[in-house]
């Protein structure tokens, strides 16, 4: 909309010069072009950057975006594994973080075999009846830290959004709906676009397209469906 505005105000402008060049004296002519040209320079200029900054914004936050949406990712893989472990999800980092630190999830494998169902071979007299059951084998164990992060301690620091406002920290939630475990850990556009300008922070709030993050924030799970994937498209990582 600035741009828009500034654009008719520089072709009202060149429309005034064209009026004067036709209609007012030639001994005031002179001053007026020269102010007039002056304000066309200057609304091109600011035209341009205009479109400069929302260029220089775009480059910007998919930078911060994807920094961001690799500490999700992270607390994503982390929760899918506690909750492994543990039946649910978490809504404490230091939780989260502990089990990372020190947590062992099982390496399991599924297998079925034949037993003799001693409730039906009554049944039928006697004539042995078989019946399947899946049984679980657990194989080996193996922990976050040296699977997921490779070694090294970002886990440690997984609750810190790490770029744009100082010292914000993402939100995290967890529990159930209709008796399945669901999480979400989001952080608002604003807090990781804190430094930029207002009008363009708003409008990337309000995107909604295929190739950009859509909403006012950045998030991975739900609370309101059971869903563990993020609002991202895949050119913002390369960790999927």
Same mark, same amino acid.
């Given at each position: 909309?600035?741009?828009? *505005?500034?654009?008719?105000?520089? @072709? ?7 009026l004067i060049d036709k209609f007012v004296p030639k001994k005031i002519k002179p001053f007026l072009n ?38 999700? @990712? ?6 899918? *594994? ?64 040296d699977s997921i992060f490779k070694g090294s301690d970002r886990y440690k620091k997984m609750m810190d ?6 010292? *914000?920290?993402?939100?995290l939630k967890a529990g159930k709906l209709d008796e399945f475990p669901v999480f979400e850990a989001s ?54």
């Amino acid at each position: 909309m600035i741009i828009l *505005a500034i654009v008719l105000i520089i @072709i009202l402008t060149i429309g005034i010069v064209w009026l004067i060049d036709k209609f007012v004296p030639k001994k005031i002519k002179p001053f007026l072009n020269i102010i007039l040209w002056a304000l066309i320079i200057f609304l091109g200029y600011k035209t341009y950057m205009s479109v400069y900054k929302e260029i220089q914004f775009n480059q910007l936050k998919k930078e911060r975006f994807s920094i961001v949406i690799d500490k999700l @990712i992270d607390i994503r893989d982390s929760q899918l *594994a506690y909750k492994d472990v543990n039946g649910t999800y978490t809504d404490s980092f230091d939780k989260l973080i502990d089990f990372v630190e020190n947590g062992q999830v099982p390496i399991t494998q599924r297998r079925d075999t034949l037993v003799l169902d001693e409730e039906r071979t009554r049944a039928f007299g006697g004539v042995e009846t078989m019946k399947t059951l899946t049984l679980i084998d657990t194989l080996d164990y193996w922990n976050l830290k040296d699977s997921i992060f490779k070694g090294s301690d970002r886990y440690k620091k997984m609750m810190d959004v790490g770029i744009g406002k100082e010292g *914000a920290k993402f939100t995290l939630k967890a529990g159930k709906l209709d008796e399945f475990p669901v999480f979400e850990a989001s952080v608002d556009k604003a807090v990781v676009l804190a430094d930029q300008e207002p009008y363009l922070v708003e409008k990337e709030k309000q995107v909604v397209s295929v190739d950009g993050v859509n909403g006012p924030t950045l998030i991975v799970g739900s609370m309101d469906e059971v869903f563990t994937k993020g609002n991202w498209p895949k050119s913002y990582t390369n960790k999927e």
